[in-house]
């Protein structure tokens, strides 16, 4: 955005469904015994690949970015408490934002593009 060129995004509105195990969460549980209790879904979910609206099809780049933000969605959905997880630890140690490339979600967004690649760009 800001005239530059977007290269793409994925955002994802992952929520919990207690259902029955509300009744057994306890106060001496961690956060993450918590989350591990409920169902995740991914409500609401926004992929941009492309600010201007136009997808160059034939352009190896702007398919490379939409592979990888699909891959993002791809872990949305099949591991939504895992993605969830992941956006909680885009941060460092001393709170700086970790690079794009460094951060816990990437991994996967990364195999998936790699391997959807092989599959499309040959
Ligand atoms: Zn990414």
């Given at each position: 955005m800001d005239?530059?060129?977007?290269?793409?995004?994925?955002?994802?509105?992952?929520?919990?469904?207690?259902?029955?195990?509300?009744?057994?969460?306890?106060?001496?549980?961690?956060?993450?015994?918590?989350?591990?209790?409920?169902?995740?879904?991914?409500?609401?979910?926004?992929?941009?690949?492309?600010?201007?609206?136009?997808?160059?099809?034939?352009?190896?780049?702007?398919?490379?970015?939409?592979?990888?933000?699909?891959?993002?969605?791809?872990?949305?959905?099949?591991?939504?408490?895992?993605?969830?997880?992941?956006?909680?630890?885009?941060?460092?140690?001393?709170?700086?934002?970790?690079?794009?490339?460094?951060?816990?979600?990437?991994?996967?967004?990364?195999?998936?593009?790699?391997?959807?690649?092989?599959?499309?760009?040959?």
């Open positions: 005239g530059e060129k977007a290269y793409g995004s994925f955002a994802a509105d992952i929520i919990p469904d207690y259902g029955e195990n509300l009744a057994k969460i306890t106060s001496e549980m961690t956060l993450e015994e918590i989350e591990n209790l409920a169902t995740w879904s991914v409500r609401e979910a926004t992929l941009i690949v492309d600010s201007s609206l136009t997808l160059d099809i034939f352009n190896r780049h702007t398919i490379t970015y939409a592979l990888h933000e699909l891959g993002h969605a791809d872990q949305a959905v099949r591991f939504p408490l895992q993605y969830r997880r992941n956006l909680r630890n885009i941060r460092d140690k001393e709170g700086k934002i970790i690079e794009h490339d460094r951060r816990p979600g990437e991994s996967y967004a990364r195999r998936y593009e790699d391997r959807a690649r092989k599959e499309v760009l040959r």
